[in-house]
């Protein structure tokens, strides 16, 4: 008798729980979801048996699962469905199922962050004032820290704010948006978390209030643009915040490479050269979700002497970094795997720096580089722009093209063999 087979059936199904049936009904168990799912060695249930648990209205053995808790929400089975199921949200809605339903504890310290941002209104527990505590070690404050009207509000975001490993993000951005001329403001302590985490344990109901909040402070600084280096908060201030609202936000939103795509165009941003290879990996909110690729390649293609490589998984078929989903608060092995996984596919490649645009993929990708053993630089995209620029200031030219070294003899080829190839820049 099989797993299943042994299954009592279960009493009548809640609304919740009829919803999440319909939305999957369309499901012929392909298996494509588990296939694609870059946690499913972590699950108890791979996403299809899940399925099929809610198919046959199992809800208590469907709620004992991990599978939903291990899911990083990084939208890989979505895209690839050929019935066009939702299945990340369903995921998420069977934690918020979960959470209603009162069926156990949360994973972890699950609840920690979740009455951490009750209380100080961000993930890391910290006092709001704070949050600009990584300006200090730049050489100047820009005065534009203290400004409270603007053309531009950049939203900066609880991990490049308050995590010291991703202070550079930020001290590499403002910088940029001075250089460019830029009039922005930031909101510092008045800045709450945008949320994000909250919905993707299961709290949507949360969301309204941090929506509310950040809309009404983005309002007061009569900014017509909010920029943030963030793609969690730009998912959900780009998605998110009209759904739970139920109107537009007051400005228009970009992520800071779609930003800084169109100050280069614009010609607002000297770029020196940077020689040196690097690969790219896509965020998760920011790509699949998001659907932003080009704007990042651009910028990349944009600095001169720079080497880009793409990994064997990019685009929209990119590999999570593993940091998604709030699992890396309770499943960090799980986490770290998965980021090995990627820092591997970049190592392919030769590259000696892999770039994301992303302050925590940037942390993912370096504790995975580490634990892999791999010497590879985890940097964000912001930092390497910021690089370029100095370069520039600094004078730096592309080094001058070496003479061609003479050719040594090879061993005779055999008959057919291909000639091996260099893997040039895209």
């Given at each position: 008798?099989?797993?299943?087979?042994?299954?009592?059936?279960?009493?009548?199904?809640?609304?919740?729980?009829?919803?999440?049936?319909?939305?999957?009904?369309?499901?012929?168990?392909?298996?494509?979801?588990?296939?694609?799912?870059?946690?499913?060695?972590?699950?108890?249930?791979?996403?299809?048996?899940?399925?099929?648990?809610?198919?046959?209205?199992?809800?208590?053995?469907?709620?004992?699962?991990?599978?939903?808790?291990?899911?990083?929400?990084?939208?890989?089975?979505?895209?690839?469905?050929?019935?066009?199921?939702?299945?990340?949200?369903?995921?998420?809605?069977?934690?918020?199922?979960?959470?209603?339903?009162?069926?156990?504890?949360?994973?972890?310290?699950?609840?920690?962050?979740?009455?951490?941002?009750?209380?100080?209104?961000?993930?890391?527990?910290?006092?709001q004032e704070?949050?600009?505590?990584?300006?200090?070690?730049?050489?100047?404050?820009?005065?534009?820290?203290?400004?409270?009207?603007?053309?531009?509000?950049?939203?900066?975001?609880?991990?490049?704010?308050?995590?010291?490993?991703?202070?550079?993000?930020?001290?590499?951005?403002?910088q940029i948006?001075?250089?460019?001329?830029?009039?922005?403001?930031?909101?510092?302590?008045?800045?709450?978390?945008?949320?994000?985490?909250?919905?993707?344990?299961?709290?949507?109901?949360?969301?309204?209030?941090?929506?509310?909040?950040?809309?009404?402070?983005?309002?007061?600084?009569?900014?017509?643009?909010?920029?943030?280096?963030?793609?969690?908060?730009?998912?959900?201030?780009?998605?998110?915040?009209?759904?739970?609202?139920?109107?537009?936000?007051?400005?228009?939103?970009?992520?800071?490479?779609?930003?800084?795509?169109?100050?280069?165009?614009?010609?607002?941003?000297?770029?020196?050269?940077?020689?040196?290879?690097?690969?790219?990996?896509?965020?998760?909110?920011?790509?699949?979700?998001?659907?932003?690729?080009?704007?990042?390649?651009?910028?990349?293609?944009?600095?001169?002497?720079?080497?880009?490589?793409?990994?064997?998984?990019?685009?929209?078929?990119?590999?999570?970094?593993g940091g998604?989903?709030?699992?890396?608060?309770?499943?960090?092995?799980?986490?770290?795997?998965?980021?090995?996984?990627?820092?591997?596919?970049?190592?392919?490649?030769?590259?000696?720096?892999?770039?994301?645009?992303?302050?925590?993929?940037?942390?993912?990708?370096?504790?995975?580089?580490?634990?892999?053993?791999?010497?590879?630089?985890?940097?964000?995209?912001?930092?390497?722009?910021?690089?370029?620029?100095?370069?520039?200031?600094?004078?730096?030219?592309?080094?001058?093209?070496?003479?061609?070294?003479?050719?040594?003899?090879?061993?005779?080829?055999?008959?057919?063999?291909?000639?091996?190839?260099?893997?040039?820049?895209?």
């Amino acid at each position: 008798m099989t797993r299943l087979e042994a299954i009592r059936p279960a009493p009548p199904p809640s609304a919740a729980a009829e919803a999440i049936k319909e939305a999957i009904a369309a499901c012929y168990q392909c298996g494509t979801c588990s296939a694609t799912c870059p946690t499913a060695f972590a699950m108890d249930y791979s996403p299809r048996a899940l399925w099929r648990l809610v198919e046959l209205g199992q809800t208590d053995e469907l709620l004992k699962s991990n599978t939903f808790w291990m899911c990083t929400a990084c939208y890989s089975c979505t895209v690839r469905c050929p019935r066009e199921i939702p299945i990340s949200e369903t995921m998420r809605q069977l934690r918020e199922q979960f959470i209603d339903g009162e069926v156990g504890p949360l994973p972890g310290p699950l609840t920690g962050m979740l009455d951490a941002l009750a209380s100080t209104r961000n993930i890391a527990n910290e006092p709001q004032e704070t949050r600009l505590i990584w300006s200090d070690n730049l050489p100047e404050r820009p005065p534009q820290l203290e400004k409270r009207q603007a053309e531009v509000l950049y939203f900066i975001g609880c991990v490049g704010a308050l995590f010291p490993q991703t202070y550079a993000v930020p001290q590499s951005f403002v910088q940029i948006l001075g250089q460019a001329g830029v009039d922005y403001a930031v909101l510092g302590g008045e800045e709450w978390c945008c949320g994000y985490p909250v919905y993707g344990a299961g709290r949507k109901e949360r969301l309204k209030e941090l929506a509310e909040h950040n809309c009404a402070r983005l309002a007061e600084t009569g900014a017509k643009m909010l920029v943030t280096t963030c793609p969690s908060c730009y998912y959900t201030w780009h998605h998110l915040y009209p759904e739970v609202l139920g109107h537009p936000v007051p400005a228009e939103v970009k992520h800071s490479t779609e930003f800084l795509a169109q100050l280069i165009a614009d010609g607002r941003l000297k770029l020196g050269p940077v020689e040196e290879i690097v690969t790219y990996h896509d965020p998760c909110d920011l790509g699949r979700k998001s659907g932003v690729f080009e704007a990042p390649r651009q910028v990349l293609n944009s600095i001169p002497g720079l080497v880009f490589r793409e990994m064997a998984q990019h685009g929209e078929n990119s590999l999570c970094c593993g940091g998604g989903g709030d699992i890396a608060m309770y499943a960090g092995d799980v986490s770290a795997d998965v980021a090995q996984r990627r820092m591997r596919q970049a190592l392919a490649t030769e590259a000696k720096t892999i770039v994301s645009a992303c302050q925590q993929c940037k942390r993912t990708l370096a504790d995975g580089a580490r634990k892999a053993r791999i010497r590879m630089r985890s940097i964000d995209i912001t930092e390497l722009v910021w690089q370029s620029i100095q370069n520039a200031q600094a004078g730096v030219e592309l080094a001058a093209a070496a003479a061609p070294a003479k050719p040594k003899a090879g061993k005779p080829k055999k008959w057919g063999e291909a000639e091996k190839t260099v893997e040039g820049s895209s």
